[in-house]
């Protein structure tokens, strides 16, 4: 199957040094494999998003000579992509209405005694699953996808290596569509990239987590997997990973060649002097030679 490729930016800010890697390994991942690369723009989530933000990504990866072979997709359009999907998850038992509130949900762990760690995310307890009793007579308020109970993925990251995860144990039955009606990320991305016949993932490291509801998600809707690969963090002078939430500073494109020398150099590729188009082929083949033998 032809290499297709993508990467995906939330509109929430202009992107950053840390999403710039990501842009450039997904961008050399596709050239070094001879296929195709394309831009999603992530705006499932309307309230975070920031009205011009997606034109601003696309400028800026423009001026670092990446552009998409495709026209770029926006998911707050496909809508009716996602709807089919849930609907096919609750004709086969896949998913359940749920009115828990997250205090419902702390109240319900508390009482159970279930440990749980500090920062950890709260492990859904089941209290809605048809056979907990259901609604009980409560308004739904989200849908969930149910975990099966024997729910270990297994599956080797091409930079990580063999992964693994007990997703019902780590995450429990996961949010489909939210309270506010808007589609959860595990939906959406798991819908996009059957439907743009991604073949590979090429994201950040702090993903890494979602892959094994991601991978639960096609087998219960017949999607193919793509192949994952993560690529390493870049961490702001805190030690903790660059990000916009808190506070990473938009790239300063005012020199491009900077902006792709520093994303390189997280990535172990050798900096370069050329113009981007010619350290773009340049690091390409860096890249090729890099990964030959995990493909």
Not at 69 to 98: K, N, T
């Amino acid at each position: 199957m032809a290499y297709r490729g993508r990467f995906a930016p939330s509109p929430t800010g202009p992107l950053h040094a840390g999403s710039l890697v990501a842009a450039l390994a997904s961008w050399l991942d596709a050239r070094a494999h001879g296929g195709t690369w394309l831009m999603r723009v992530e705006d499932v989530d309307t309230p975070r998003c920031i009205p011009g933000a997606d034109r601003l990504i696309l400028q800026q990866l423009a001026a670092c000579g990446l552009a998409s072979d495709e026209p770029v997709v926006w998911q707050s359009q496909r809508d009716a992509l996602y709807q089919a999907a849930l609907d096919r998850l609750i004709a086969q038992g896949g998913a359940y209405p749920c009115a828990c509130s997250r205090q419902d949900i702390e109240r319900a762990l508390l009482a159970s005694g279930a440990p749980r760690e500090r920062h950890q995310a709260a492990v859904y307890p089941g209290t809605c699953r048809p056979e907990n009793g259901g609604l009980q007579g409560r308004a739904p308020r989200a849908w969930r996808f149910r975990v099966p109970d024997a729910a270990r993925v297994d599956w080797t990251d091409c930079r990580l290596g063999p992964q693994s995860q007990d997703v019902a144990r780590a995450v429990g039955d996961f949010i489909l569509r939210r309270a506010d009606g808007l589609w959860a990320y595990q939906l959406a991305v798991v819908v996009d990239d059957a439907a743009q016949g991604i073949t590979h993932v090429v994201r950040g490291e702090d993903l890494a987590d979602n892959t094994p509801r991601q991978i639960l998600l096609q087998r219960a809707l017949g999607l193919p997997t793509p192949a994952y690969l993560h690529t390493p963090l870049v961490l702001g002078d805190n030690g903790e990973k660059l990000s916009k939430q808190n506070g990473a500073q938009a790239l300063d494109l005012s020199d491009p060649m900077a902006a792709l020398n520093a994303a390189a150099r997280a990535l172990g590729l050798p900096a370069r002097g050329d113009e981007p188009d010619a350290a773009l082929r340049g690091w390409t083949r860096d890249w090729a030679l890099s990964t030959a033998p995990t493909r």
